[in-house]
Nanobody, 119 residues
Framework: QVPLVESGGGSVQSGGSLRLSCADS????????MAWYRQAPGKRRELVAS??????NYAASGKGRFTISTGNARNTVHLQMDFLKPEDSAIYYC??????????????WGQGTQVTVSS
């Protein structure tokens, strides 16, 4: 069973918006951070945004365009992506993790959702 389930990916034109969602499928241990990563073909997986106890962190590529937020249900997270660019095209992965003194103790991943932005 995949621990996290993403939804909301799809195809959009440049300048458009998408909202990704991620939910706990059940069985996660305590976590304190949820994040979105992405991986484009031939590139390494990179952090897009994270949220820890309400504090948000964004990669430079998404600042001002992306907004990460937690949902009302336990262990849910959303990523609102506006003003999308073709270079935002990638598979987006949801991560849930537990950090202790900035050291990641364990993590969970979803299977990913494809985002394609056409020019």
């Amino acid at each position: 069973q995949v621990p996290l389930v993403e939804s909301g990916g799809g195809s959009v034109q440049s300048g458009g918006s998408l909202r990704l969602s991620c939910a706990d499928s059940g069985g996660l241990f305590t976590i304190n951070t949820m994040a979105w990563y992405r991986q484009a073909p031939g590139k390494r997986r990179e952090l897009v945004a994270s949220i820890t106890n309400g504090r948000t962190n964004y990669a430079a590529s998404g600042k001002g365009r992306f907004t990460i937020s937690t949902g009302n249900a336990r262990n849910t997270v959303h990523l609102q992506m506006d003003f999308l660019k073709p270079e935002d095209s990638a598979i987006y992965y949801c991560q849930a993790a537990y950090y202790k003194r900035e050291s990641r103790q364990y993590e969970y991943w979803g299977q990913g959702t494809q985002v394609t932005v056409s020019s």
